[in-house]
T-cell receptor, first 120, second 111 residues
């Protein structure tokens, strides 16, 4: 079964509104989670690293005020797209590392199911 | 800056044929991953390669890693239509647990 759960799987919102995406690690604690963005027919681009109990680390070119990340607990990270615009429409995917010995033979990244955001 | 390059980016092949996808990366890394992505879906983990010379096989897919050449390959044997998908390799930035992805290889297997 999935070790990382992402919700919702798809969302349609109006321009100017905000959308929150949740990423949960199931049955293990994830002090660090990662948020990726994927445009159609392109690869995954890391947006930010979410750290439990501290501020997220954003990759160059990612607007921290637009993509708010909160890692309130060891099993939950949220990404809020604020004042969404059509150009924010994309597939957003979170991931977390399952530490070695906790169900994985080696430290391995597992991915959520992804959230398809459409801003109209 | 770590760069990961895959080739080919597009591959159309007939069932029953063999082919190889290549993944080159630019700097020393901790580990290399191969993922499969179906349209509209997230990533499915295929292989984790940890050391030079590592070879892993699952069904018709076999992955290998040459850390000296900074090269990984994903070999497909006797392809079947169900293997049609986009395949990504990804490399860890050393100890940062941040993955850098290749561009992806879109594989289409025709009956």
């Amino acid at each position: 079964g999935a070790v990382v759960s992402q919700h919702p799987s798809w969302v349609i919102c109006k321009s100017g509104t905000s959308v929150k995406i949740e990423c949960r690690s199931l049955d293990f604690q994830a002090t660090t989670m990662f948020w990726y963005r994927q445009f159609p027919k392109q690869s995954l681009m890391l947006m930010a690293t979410s750290n439990e109990g501290s501020k997220a680390t954003y990759e160059q070119g990612v607007e921290k005020d637009k993509f708010l990340i909160n890692h309130a607990s060891l099993t939950l990270s949220t990404l809020t797209v604020t004042s969404a615009h059509p150009e924010d429409s994309s597939f957003y995917i979170c991931s977390a590392y399952l530490p070695r010995g906790q169900g994985a033979q080696n430290t391995e990244a597992f991915f959520g199911q992804g959230t398809r955001l459409t801003v109209v | 800056e770590l760069k990961v390059e895959q080739n080919p980016l597009f591959l159309s092949m007939q069932e029953g044929k063999n082919y190889t996808i290549y993944c080159n990366y630019s700097t020393t890394s901790d580990r290399l991953y191969w993922y499969r992505q179906d349209p509209g879906k997230s990533l499915e983990s295929l292989f984790v390669l940890l050391s030079n010379g590592a070879v892993k096989q699952e069904g018709r897919l076999m992955a290998s890693l040459d850390t000296k050449a900074r090269l990984s390959t994903l070999h497909i044997t006797a392809a079947v239509h169900d293997l049609s998908a986009t395949y990504f390799c990804a490399v860890d930035i050393w100890r940062a647990q941040k993955l850098v992805f290749g561009q992806g290889t879109r594989l289409t297997i025709n009956p």
